[in-house]
Structures are given as C-alpha cells and as structure tokens.
C-alpha cells in the first residue's frame, strides 16, 4: 500500500527553524516536489494554508515561489483556476554534471561548518590590524555591491578573508580547499535574488560582530548563514 500524499505532505510541510525562513521554505517545497509528492501539473496548497503549515509569512512562501517559479519548477496561472501548480517537466542538472551524492554533499557542508563557524569566533576573538579591518570591510561592500556574475567569486574572497583574519595560516588553504568544492555545488543550483539579499545581511552581520570583538555573536550569524546555503543546496541536489 502507498503512503497517503496528505501525511507525507504534512510531515514536510512543518514549520521551519528561525534565522533562514526563506532558504527554509524553498527546501521544504522542494522536498515535496522531488520526493514526488505532487505530481507534474498538480496544485500547490493555497500560499495562506503553506504560510500557516511551514509557520511563515505570506510573503515568504510568496517570495519562495516566485523564486522557484523563476528556476523552472513551479508555474503560477491567474483566474478562476488559477493558482501555483508544479511544473510538467522539471529542470534537469546541466549536461554532462555528475550527480553530487548525499555524502560529498553532507561532507562538504559539515566540513565548511567546522572551518568557517570557528573561523568567524577566531577572528573575533583576536586584535585585528588596521589593515585586516579594512580588508574585511572592502570585502563586504564588493560581495554587497557585486552583480549576479561575480557574485559567487566575491562571496568566496569574503569567506577568504574571515579565514585569514582568524590568524592561522595552515586555515586558509583548508577553507579555499572546502570553498572550491562547495561553489561546484552551488554552480548548479539557481542563484536567487532573495537568498542573495539575505546572504548579505548576515555578511553583514558576521563582519560587524568581527570587528566589535564580539566572538558570540560571531560564531551565531556564521552558523546560521552556513545553514541557510546548506538548507538550499539540500533542496535541490538531495
């Protein structure tokens, strides 16, 4: 006997962790979408009942999917019908890319947690240079500035320069090493312009908390910004 749609849809569909409710959403559709619980063409919930059952705003599943909409796998059709369905075909990973498994992926993200969470308390735990200040702090307004082309190669200078602030050479090579590998992966997912907003404000607020010297705080913003890429590289390579 298969399992009822509706209970597998309620079991994915909870409420999402703070911090990353947007990056959490998309993953959670996702997760309905990949895991085959609607069908090509079938009908998401109305945006009101997703906002109630993944404990968001409306504006987030909105945003979300938009944000999925945009990628391929959602279509929204307006009028008496109307509403959000999935899409009859779904985007397919680029030719020739072989499928990244759920043990490269678990791997690599907990080895970026590891390096770059302790990176982020490192630095902020030690007494920074004027000049490492100002490096981290160019770093922040070119990802802030950069366009969507150069925004993952600035995102990885900026990840860089939180490493090489932690003041342990032997770090840097390791978190480049980790870097490289993670940016393959996000190679092949989409590049959305919310995920990207909100990345910045938590670059934001990594730096800030950096150089305040507040290593908690540190420590906080880094884990919960390595989260949210992780929530979405989950969704949509698992």
Known sequence: MSADPEIISAALLRPVRPGNAFEETVWRLLQTIRLGVLQPGEALPPERELA????????????????????????????????????????????????????????????????????????????????????????LGDVRAASEQDYRRLDSRLHLAIAEAAGSPSLVPLVAENRMRLNTMLDRIPLLSRNIAHSNDQHEAIVLAILAGDADAAEAAMRAHVEGSAALLHGFLD
């Open 52 to 139: 109630t059952r993944l404990g968001v705003s409306r504006d987030t599943v909105r945003e979300a999917i938009k944000s999925l909409a945009d990628a391929g796998y959602l279509v929204s059709r307006r009028g008496r019908y109307g509403g959000t369905f999935l899409a009859e075909e779904l985007p397919r990973q680029p030719a020739g890319a072989d499928r990244v498994s759920p043990a490269e992926l678990d791997d690599t993200l907990r080895l970026r947690e590891i390096l770059e969470v302790g990176a982020a308390r490192m630095a902020a735990g030690r007494a920074l240079t004027a000049a490492e200040r100002e490096t981290l702090w160019n770093r």
